[in-house]
């Protein structure tokens, strides 16, 4: 999996196509994909994905979980057919939006909200508003919530910036991109791009990355197209067969990863880089770290930025060679973030 994230060595290659072979980058907080691009990418400047966004490029949509990912256009007009269907069962059955609208025509809704962002892009509390004239007995954050799960949106420029950011505005995929929707909404090409960037991988995994259901189905249809292994636990993984399988003992160097980076997120079975028994050493309880810290190929450290500058809190005691590796790259971090200073954190 390191090996597929670009996280064994960092790669020269324009951010476009690594954001394609990642098949999306988190972006819940606006300034982690530049992050997640610099961990990948040698001599990434921020511009260069400023300038993907700004020129229709690279856009913020809700996808892989109907979580907000940053994809190029390319992929997220193709990719929304094939993943439509998870953002609409959140709606209805994941949320509590869907039952609040009770027995409406969310179809109707649907349809006037996208005319109102079509119109003009439009904040979340702008919609809500608008909505709210329309039809003033109805629970105005549940039509709005409809809007915004069962249409492709985007989240437009400023917001998503590394130079300056603002409020998510909103409108549709094709509006901004000027392109419909792709036409083919099966799934295979989606599971099939995600074993190329985070396998080999069991059907439960593939479901943790797309949030789809009966994946079992996907992956039996294209079985004859994979190689299979058993994990530790004998557990099918499925992979494509001419992906990379590196040397067990490649080295892996510390790598600095944003809030809800993909490496921790895409797989059931998240022990594959990290120990359980750590979770509460990096932060989960309190909530104070989610960022994380791949030392040796597993996640060892957690780090927050704090008065402008890093500081990183080790799970467990390191060896003086991974400490040093640690506080470097924390310090290249810094200076690519701000310029601040890194602090590790005592155990």
Do not use: C
């Not at 929304?80 to 027995?103: I, Y």
């Not at 990355?209 to 099918?236: A, P």
Request: glycine share 8%; no cysteine.
């Amino acid at each position: 999996m390191l090996e597929r994230q670009l996280l064994l060595r960092r790669v020269e290659r324009p951010a476009a196509e690594v954001i394609e072979h990642l098949v999306g980058v988190q972006a819940q907080e606006p300034r982690d994909p530049y992050v997640a691009l610099w961990s990948r990418i040698d001599g990434f400047r921020p511009e260069e994905l400023e300038e993907l966004i700004v020129g229709h490029e690279a856009v913020r949509t809700g996808l892989t979980r109907g979580t907000i990912h940053l994809f190029t256009a390319r992929d997220a007009l193709a990719l929304r057919p094939a993943l439509a269907s998870v953002p609409e069962r959140v709606f209805r059955s994941g949320s509590p939006f869907g039952r609040r609208l009770g027995k409406v025509d969310v179809d109707e809704i649907v349809a006037a909200g996208r005319a109102l962002v079509e119109e003009e892009p439009r904040t979340r509390a702008q919609l809500r508003a608008l909505l709210g004239e329309r039809w003033p007995e109805r629970d105005t954050e549940a039509m709005a919530a409809a809007v915004g799960y069962l249409l492709p949106l985007v989240q437009i420029p400023p917001r998503g910036l590394w130079s300056r950011s603002g409020q998510a505005t909103l409108t549709t995929l094709e509006a901004w991109l000027g392109r419909p929707l792709g036409s083919d909404p099966s799934p295979d090409r989606a599971v099939i791009r995600y074993l190329a960037a985070f396998g080999p991988a069991s059907t439960k995994d593939v479901a943790a990355w797309s949030g789809l259901t009966g994946v079992r189905e996907i992956v039996e249809r294209l079985r004859g197209d994979l190689r299979t292994f058993r994990d530790e636990n004998g557990v099918e993984l499925f992979d494509l067969p001419d992906a990379p399988l590196p040397d067990p003992e490649t080295p892996a160097p510390v790598r600095f990863l944003p809030e809800y980076d993909n490496v921790f997120l895409s797989h059931a079975d998240r022990s594959r880089i990290g120990d359980p028994g750590d979770r509460p050493r990096l932060g989960f309880a309190d909530n104070r770290f989610f960022k994380l810290v791949l030392v040796g190929g597993f996640l060892r450290a957690a780090w927050r930025v704090e008065d402008g500058d890093v500081h990183v809190k080790p799970a467990r005691r390191l060896s003086k060679r991974a400490a040093a590796a640690l506080e470097a790259e924390g310090r290249r971090l810094a200076r690519f973030l701000d310029g601040g200073e890194v602090r590790i954190l005592p155990t």
